[in-house]
């Protein structure tokens, strides 16, 4: 009788212990499964709603600050972070004094500036300063553009594309400085034009910390 509790005791154990260790080796491949996923170069998201592009009926106003005037009744987003300057998501620029309180720039001031590309390189399609690639990236007319800038898009960055709601967020994004910017992770590619809203490849040095295959 106690060699049949014995053995009975021991095959609980052995059982329990084959199962820790199923347990653990369906972890660990799933893991490393994940990792694989993470690394291949055939990445499948997609976004779950089409992108809201701007329209010139929509969105084009006139240039004259004196012609322009404050809807009372519309709430803008804008950049935020900028010191000095901001842009919302009309595709105005002004001075961060000249946000009014729904968010929006003051398009009656005569500094407003309304889809500019000043700073901006127009066969790089790279500006110096930030505000001035998001202005320039809004225009109705960049669609194309950025159309085959997104085609461009690969590696780990198709996540952050993905998510992107409207025009304004794809170009908040886009001009924001990232890898692409910069090569061997600390020094700017050019350091006066560094915020892109075209098309854009990724420096050699930083392909493989994006996933893309060399």
Known sequence: ?????????????VVFALLIFIYLLEKLFNQKHHLHLLKSKDYTIQRTKPLIWRTLQEHLLTDEPSNRTNPPDIICRNSLQGKELLVDDRGFVCNREHILQNGCCNVESPETLYYTCQSCNNSSHCCRIYEYCVSCCLHPEKRALLELALQAINGRQLTVFAQVVDQFELCLVKCRTNSHSVEHENRYRNGKVQYCYGPTEAHESQKEVLGISI
């Open 1 to 13: 009788m106690k060699i049949t509790r014995l053995l009975k005791r021991r095959l609980v154990y």
